[in-house]
């Protein structure tokens, strides 16, 4: 039969482990857990890292992908001329829209000739990838620092335009500012 | 009529103690409960609960409609009228030993000392080990009423726990019983009021004695009865609502209870440290009373801290290490603090000092 010889160490670093039975002190685990108790002291005075959610909140950086915003121009036209390439490039396909032509006397409300009658974002579908704001031609859809909606029914979670669509800079500039953080 | 001749305004006087103390203990439990959330937080650095009120304070109150609103459980195959019984004689058990602790001085209204206690039975120790025993019958009928292995695994573990510990601390209690030569907890005070505290002649007897009372609040790291990971819940695993409330109630006024017996036999009770409570007596009458029962509340405040930091330090221990520490550790120290303290004594009676 052969005998395994014991293996040659590399490094000096191994240790060997102490297996002698426990003496009558270290049986009574006193000194060990005052040690751990006055590890745990010294967390009373530590910083905690807490941030108090509704209250506080963390500072996103700038390219932090949240709910979608439907873009308007400096007139406060809507941007969006519902080509579809957002709802193509969406990888969860969580977009539609329903195309409409502008009639006249609606230059003011929207930029292009064609726009989106209805657009709609599914953001229990979405995965917040930001491959629509890639695709979008038109500058027209946005990821902003906004997240976490909470409701109760599923249908809640399409939204539509609007609540996608940016308050009009020309008419409701404040509520754009408030929208904005500003 | 040897009736008519009961002092009834002793009798009021008791029960008005009896109901103020007894809504105080449970009042202090309430809160208990959420300092141990709190101190929890605070060790693993978060900032605990928050939302209840001005800094969660509010949190216990909470918690009670919470259990109260709860549907209250009774399983099929439970025994039900002891099912009902145990968390009952778990919480009776946990305020009766308030009956016993000398909360403060003496106050004097309308011409009468009124002691703050309820009885100064002249054996109030050995009182106070029998109604804490009783708790135990408390977990163990829950447990076995449950029909529920796992519950009455843990209430046999309660059982096999209380009894080993329950030695050690005798053991170590007869040692201070032999320092101060009584049994009465209010004599023990004013023998520390006007000495040393007991703690100086008997560290090694606190020692012990602070070790077995953890183990017989079922606190970590003794906690094997409740041990989640092995018995699911413990005994009180098929409670529900304020019967489930009561047991971990009656698992916080027995903390309570215990921090305010060590603080009364081993750090001196409501005596005022540093102060001859004596002259402050003299100079300004009851507000001296109420400042002793401040004192105690705070040492048992600092126990119940004690307490809680042991907990959030420590797992719990393994069954066979329980056992050993009890039997193989804790016993013979014991037996070993008595027998110094016995020879000490005897030394100091044949006229040796030091």
């Known amino acids: ?182 | 009529m040897t009736l008519l001749t009961l002092d009834w305004i002793l009798l009021i006087e008791k029960l008005v103690l009896i109901v103020v103390i007894i809504l105080a203990s449970l009042g202090i439990a309430l809160y208990t409960t959420f300092a141990e959330r709190k101190v929890a937080a605070i060790l693993q650095d978060r900032p605990g609960p928050s939302r209840a009120g001005p800094y969660g304070l509010l949190q216990p109150l909470a918690d009670g409609v919470k259990m109260f609103t709860k549907e209250d459980i009774i399983p099929n195959a439970a025994s039900k009228w002891l099912f009902i019984l145990g968390p009952g004689l778990a919480m009776t058990a946990s305020l009766m030993t308030c009956a016993v602790i000398p909360w403060g001085g003496t106050i004097e209204l309308f011409h009468r000392k009124i002691d703050l206690q309820i009885a100064d039975v002249n054996i109030g120790i050995l009182y106070i080990f029998a109604v804490v025993s009783m708790g135990i019958y408390g977990i163990m009928i829950g447990g076995w009423a449950s029909n529920n292995k796992f519950s009455l695994m843990a209430s046999l573990r309660a059982a096999s726990q209380a009894i080993s510990y329950e030695l050690a601390m005798g053991l170590s209690l007869i040692a201070v019983l032999m320092v101060t030569n009584t049994l009465s907890l209010g004599e023990i005070v004013k023998q520390q009021q006007t000495g040393w505290w007991n703690i100086v002649y008997q560290p090694l007897g606190f020692l012990i004695f602070f070790i077995c009372a953890l183990a017989e609040c079922n606190r970590t790291p003794f906690d094997l009865p409740e041990a989640e990971n092995e018995l699911n819940f413990g005994y009180h695993q098929e409670y529900s609502s304020m019967k489930l409330g009561f047991y971990l109630f009656a698992e916080y006024i027995n903390m309570i209870m215990s921090s305010a017996v060590m603080a009364s036999v081993y750090f001196g009770g409501y005596d005022i440290p540093f102060v001859d409570d004596a002259h402050v007596y003299a100079s300004i009458g009851n507000w001296a009373a109420l400042i002793q029962v401040g004192v105690l509340l705070a040492k048992v405040v600092g126990f119940i801290f004690l307490f809680m930091w042991i907990r959030w330090t420590i797992p719990r221990f393994r069954y066979d290490q329980l056992m050993n520490l009890g039997w193989k550790s804790m016993i013979p120290l014991a037996l070993f603090n008595m027998l110094v303290t016995g020879a000490l004594i005897l030394l100091r009676m044949n006229h040796w000092h030091f």
């Not at chain 1, 209250?55 to 992908?65: A, D, G, H, I, L």
């Not at chain 1, 709802?87 to 829209?97: D, F, H, K, Q, W």
Request: hydrophobic share 35%; glycine share 4%; aromatic share 10%.
């Open chain 1, 1 to 182: 039969m052969q005998t395994f010889q014991k293996m040659q160490a590399l490094t000096n670093r191994a240790k060997a482990v102490d297996r002698k039975p426990m003496t009558f002190l270290e049986r009574i685990y006193l000194w060990n857990i005052l040690k751990g108790m006055l590890i745990t002291f010294s967390h009373i005075f530590k910083k905690k890292p807490t941030i108090r959610f509704p209250e506080q909140t963390r500072t996103f950086s700038p390219v932090f992908r949240g709910l979608h915003v439907l873009n308007r121009d400096e007139e406060g036209r809507e941007r969006c001329t519902a080509c579809g390439l957002c709802a193509v490039a969406c990888p969860a396909e969580a977009i539609t829209m329903e195309a409409a032509e502008r009639l006249p006397g609606e230059e003011n409300l929207y930029r292009e000739e064609k726009y989106a009658a209805r657009y709609e974002i599914n953001m229990l579908r979405c995965i917040f990838c930001g491959l629509c704001e890639e695709a979008c031609p038109k500058d027209a859809i946005y990821l902003s620092e906004t997240f976490t909606p909470t409701n109760f029914t599923r249908e809640s979670f399409i939204y539509g335009k609007d609540n996608l669509l940016i308050p009009n800079p020309k008419t409701e500039a404040a509520d754009l500012a408030k929208a904005k953080g500003m």
